[in-house]
């Protein structure tokens, strides 16, 4: 089967498109991707995956064009790069990753009799006020009001043929706000592919007896729990051996801001930021890190989401401390891979941090549980059938059609 993905972000380095569209290609169907480009890159085939690329629009083209998007969540230049791709690669099925292309999509497959499948990343309305904090005052305009996001949310995941979520609980949104049938969602979860995560070995790195090290990877922005892990740390200064975050990941505003709070707190030489960093560091401080973290806000977003990040802390076999989020709590409480604080209350967080710190035959007996899960119940290599039986079911009913 001919597969058609449409990206509105940069490829590589999309995780889930890519764990994605590997399992389909091992299922021996065939895949293509749309994306947006970033400069003068070319087509090519990238991990077996052949790419086309959407170039930037700038200027009063892109001004035009946004605003076209937030009047009637239709992008034209999409769609006119679309109905090229369509033209070129004749795909039997559009699989469109999250939100705001999905009505572009739809436009172009439904004449063409082409089934859509909407895979939502997250509760992309809910996530919206949570970004726009970075964003513009004429973006923050023209992105609200939240209620014409929810609207778009309900008739591009009722319009879909099919609907992909990465949770159960944005499952259970879907199907309690939209009215969604279960019958038509399928969870995929952001569980971790070893054949990616542990192909090669990390970068060289020792672990630092002296302090007890917390590591959280990531992206900044206050709906990530970051400033309650940094006041944390003023509940534990008194910790033996020191307690050091390190923070991996963020922009550098976010990075200063977190760093402004340490110093106002004093807990400076506590705190570690580091920016990005390529996957072989990463690796090598998930790897010498004692507890990591996933101190997220609770909020409607978090609720019905959950992050690459805690499932590649489980496959390295390293003990989590999280947040009360509902998918959250859930697979640890039921994988039994760390301990679980009430979102926002950094008190809480220390004394959970301060449990596993005394307790070492408890972060072995987590961490064995979580490499345990990682390869059982939420293994990749479960979640990558459930993707390619929902496209063998796609494939039998393109036939069906064509018949």
């Known amino acids: ?17 890519q764990k994605e569209a590997r399992a389909l290609i091992s299922a021996g169907h065939d895949v293509w991707l749309l994306c947006q480009g970033r400069g003068r890159e070319s087509p090519g085939v990238v991990d077996s995956i052949d790419v086309r690329r959407v170039p930037l629009l700038s200027g009063t083209a892109r001004v035009r064009n946004e605003l076209g998007f937030y009047l009637r969540f239709v ?11 369509v033209g070129m690669v004749a795909p039997e099925v559009l699989h469109v990753h999250d939100l705001p292309l999905a009505r572009t999509a739809l436009r172009v497959a439904r004449p063409r009799d082409i089934p859509v499948v909407l895979d939502l990343h997250e509760n992309y309305p809910a996530a919206l006020p949570l970004w726009s904090r970075h964003r513009s005052q004429l973006v923050r305009w023209l992105e609200s009001p939240a209620f014409r996001w929810r609207a778009y949310e309900r008739w591009a995941s009722q319009e879909s043929d099919r609907v992909i979520v990465v949770v159960e609980e944005a499952r259970d949104r879907l199907m309690r706000e939209h009215g969604v049938p279960e019958g038509k969602i399928t969870v995929v979860r952001n569980t971790e592919d070893p054949a990616t995560f542990l192909a090669d070995p990390p970068s060289p790195a020792s672990a630092d007896s002296a302090t007890f090290d917390l590591l959280y990877v990531g992206g900044g922005g206050r709906h990530r729990g970051l400033e309650t892990a940094v006041h944390a740390l ?20 976010e990075g200063a801001a977190l760093q402004a709070l340490a110093s106002e707190i004093e807990v400076v030489e506590q705190l570690e930021i580091l920016g990005w960093q390529p996957f072989e560091r990463v690796r090598s401080l998930i790897e010498t890190a004692h507890v990591c973290l996933v101190p997220h806000e609770r909020n409607p977003h978090t609720d019905a989401t959950i992050p690459h990040k805690l499932f590649q802390y489980m496959l390295a076999g390293k003990p989590v401390v999280v947040s009360d ?35 070492g035959a408890l972060r072995v007996a987590c961490g064995s549980r979580a490499a345990d899960a990682s390869r059982g119940p939420y293994s990749w290599d479960r979640d990558a059938e459930t993707i390619i039986g929902l496209f063998g079911e796609l494939s039998d009913e393109v036939g069906l059609r064509h018949d």
Request: glycine share 10%; hydrophobic share 40%.
């Open 234 to 253: 003023g509940y534990l200064r008194d910790a033996r051996p020191p307690v050091r975050l390190r923070i991996v990941g963020p922009r550098d505003e």
């Open 1 to 17: 089967m001919k597969i058609g993905m449409l990206l509105k972000g940069s490829f590589p380095p999309d995780i889930r498109v």
């Open 325 to 359: 989020c509902a998918p959250l709590r859930r697979v640890v409480e039921e994988t039994g891979a760390g301990v679980v604080f009430r979102s926002g209350d950094a008190q809480h967080l220390a004394d959970r941090v301060n449990h596993l710190l005394g307790d």
């Open 75 to 85: 992008d034209r230049h999409w769609e006119q790069r679309l109905r090229a791709f």
